[in-house]
């Protein structure tokens, strides 16, 4: 009994730290990407209310591996930052005035769940677009009441809008932008298959390149210099050892071809 309220007494400590430690760490992020936004806001147009999502979809379309995202509920405007996989680099923003949305709909069955399991709102425009959010339950419900009542503040006028509803300010939309190249990706992640770290070269990026070349090459090295020793009994390798070191090399190997898939490859500004 006693070890039962001992291991129940580390799982909440545990869970607590944990909960406390992730908070931080989106208040961080959070930080991070207002100080580097690459738009100014007017001092009369305060935030009102931030929100990190988990993924967000435009016409009920969701991506494989979505990048981190997040929204800013402004006085006059709800800002939405699309971040690099990394959540370094900004990619774009996109605005939406208040007075082009025509409904905010997040499900009761959204609202009395779980506060941490995630949950979706969808954000109605007047032409016909659709914008989910995915976030956790308790912050979508907080940031849904504070939508509504923006929109229920006269509009003012002088925020520059699209005709389409959502457009996108930062790079500029008129600029020209070459044609995404959407087999890249996949070809960066076949070659990190054959070895952890091509797939980064590939992309262009030569630091993380090489650390995971290193990285699976000293693991793998170590790994299969053991499990010889073990196999032909040179000297007595303890064998949880040997799969520790397994774990690792197939630990690497994954994380390469998933980063190697959802980096974006460098480009020069020519």
Do not use: C
């Not at 930052?81 to 680099?89: H, V």
């Not at 990619?91 to 939406?96: A, K, M, R």
């Not at 959204?110 to 506060?115: C, T």
């Not at 960066?188 to 290193?214: D, H, K, M, T």
């Amino acid at each position: 009994m006693a070890i039962i309220i001992i291991w129940l007494w580390l799982v909440i400590i545990g869970g607590r730290m944990i909960f406390r430690f992730a908070l931080r760490e989106q208040q961080a992020i959070i930080k991070r990407i207002l100080l580097q936004l690459p738009i100014s806001i007017p001092k009369t147009e305060r935030i009102q209310a931030v929100i990190l999502l988990r993924s967000v979809a435009r016409q009920g379309v969701k991506q494989w591996f979505p990048n981190r995202s997040l929204a800013l509920a402004t006085q006059q405007r709800l800002l939405l930052i699309d971040m690099r996989f990394n959540g370094y680099q900004i990619q774009s923003v996109w605005q939406l005035p208040y007075h082009q949305i025509a409904s905010i709909d997040l499900p009761e069955e959204n609202r009395f769940a779980i506060a941490g399991l995630p949950a979706r709102m969808t954000i109605a425009v007047h032409s016909n677009q659709k914008l989910v959010f995915e976030a956790s339950r308790f912050e979508l419900s907080g940031f849904a009441e504070a939508l509504e009542q923006l929109r229920a503040q006269p509009h003012v006028e002088g925020v520059p809008s699209s005709p389409l509803g959502l457009g996108r300010i930062f790079p500029d939309a008129a600029a020209p932008t070459m044609p995404p190249d959407h087999k890249r990706p996949l070809r960066a992640a076949l070659l990190s298959v054959l070895y952890p770290g091509i797939g980064q070269l590939y992309n262009g990026e030569l630091w993380r390149g090489g650390l995971f070349l290193i990285l699976y090459t000293l693991t793998l090295g170590m790994a299969w210099q053991l499990f010889m020793n073990w196999y032909l009994q040179y000297t007595e390798v303890p064998f949880t050892f040997i799969l520790f070191l397994t774990s690792g090399v197939l630990l690497i190997w994954i994380l390469a071809i998933f980063d190697a898939y959802t980096d974006e490859p460098q480009q020069s500004e020519a």
